[in-house]
Nanobody, 114 residues
Framework: QVQLVESGGGLVQAGDSLRLSCAAS?????ISWFRQAPGKEREHVAG?????DNTYSVKGRFTISRDNAKNTVYLQMNSLKSEDTGVYYC?????????????WGQGTQVTVSS
């Protein structure tokens, strides 16, 4: 079974940087970061494939990476803006045929003050 635990959220000033972590366990094919701002739909932020670190759909100012030794995926966020405020989730698929992200973390709050 896949388990995901996010950390690293907090309150920062506009223009600051922040790095989120997603500690993962279990068999994983793909991990993505999503975010949900108040009153808005959840949106995809960045994804990374577990076996080759191929990244996709990475939003500008963000970088996704993986530490194989720590089984952790990071989301580096730079030049943060107030519109980056929201709850950030990591989610995983455990095979290439999965149509939905079946595994989700609990989320971590990011608040950017202007």
């Amino acid at each position: 079974q896949v388990q995901l635990v996010e950390s690293g959220g907090g309150l920062v000033q506009a223009g600051d940087s922040l790095r989120l972590s997603c500690a993962a366990s279990g068999h994983i094919y793909l991990i993505s970061w999503f975010r949900q701002a108040p009153g808005k739909e959840r949106e995809h932020v960045a994804g990374i494939r577990w076996n080759d670190d191929n990244t996709y759909s990475v939003k500008g100012r963000f970088t996704i990476s993986r530490d194989n030794a720590k089984n952790t995926v990071y989301l580096q966020m730079n030049s943060l803006k107030s519109e980056d405020t929201g709850v950030y989730y990591c989610a995983a698929k455990n095979n290439a045929d999965a149509r939905v992200y079946a595994f989700w973390g609990q989320g971590t709050q990011v608040t950017v003050s202007s």
